[in-house]
């Protein structure tokens, strides 16, 4: 594992842990056994066995892999267990998971490994705080990073949307998508509203 920063980061730049990645690539699999190696874009890598049994000590992920402190750089070798639990959805059908942070015990889909950590942690369970992004956007660049953002979650809705009604009622995806065009629409409006007045006079008419 590489070295992080000691300055402040975000949720964007640090190594995750994502709970909807591992189901999505069928890492967690219902009632059985699996083992990867994960691997990250900062080049860190390790190897991850699962289990997702009926009993709750038969629902974690164990996580090997070793480790450079700071100061000495001494490598550290790291093995163990993050287990998970399930509450009822909000949709009323079935049950979520989450991992419950091994530091702090809470409930978290995603866990996060920065500020010198050699274990992965929920963002409660640091004394420094990581960032989302949006959090450390200027005023001028806020409105702009929220557009690009929701412009993107945007198109990925559109590829899976493929039902515009169901049962003569406008499908979930359908009702998402009517809800992120309208707020891409009101950060696109107030990313130039906020612009110096005089910038604005260059501005077309319809911007306004």
């Keep these: 594992m590489g070295r992080h920063s000691t300055g402040a980061v ?17 890492i967690l699999k219902q ?19 699962s289990n997702l049994g009926e009993a709750e000590d038969d629902r974690f992920i164990r996580l090997t892999y070793s480790f450079r402190a700071w100061g000495d750089g001494q490598a550290i070798q790291k093995d163990y267990k993050i287990y998970l639990t399930y509450l009822p959805s909000n949709l009323g059908k079935g049950k979520v998971p989450y991992f419950v942070c091994p530091s ?34 200027s005023r001028l660049n806020y409105h702009n990073d929220r557009y690009w953002k929701l412009d ?26 009517a809800k992120l065009r309208d707020k891409k629409e009101y950060h696109d409006y107030l990313r130039w509203t906020i612009l110096p007045k005089s910038m604005q006079k260059h501005l077309p008419d319809f911007f306004f």
């Design 10 to 26: 975000t949720t964007g730049e640090v190594t995750r842990l994502e709970l909807s990645y591992l189901l999505k690539n069928g």
């Design 31 to 49: 009632g059985g056994f699996s083992c990867c190696i994960l691997s990250w874009t900062n080049g860190s890598k390790m190897n991850c066995y």
């Design 104 to 137: 702090s015990g809470r409930r978290a889909r995603v866990l996060y490994m920065c500020y010198g950590s050699p274990i992965f942690k929920c963002r409660d369970a640091y004394s420094n705080r990581i960032y989302y992004q949006c959090q450390q956007s």
């Design 152 to 177: 993107k979650e945007l198109e990925r809705c559109k590829d899976r949307s493929k039902k515009a009604t169901y049962q003569g009622k406008p499908t979930r995806l359908k009702q998402r998508i």
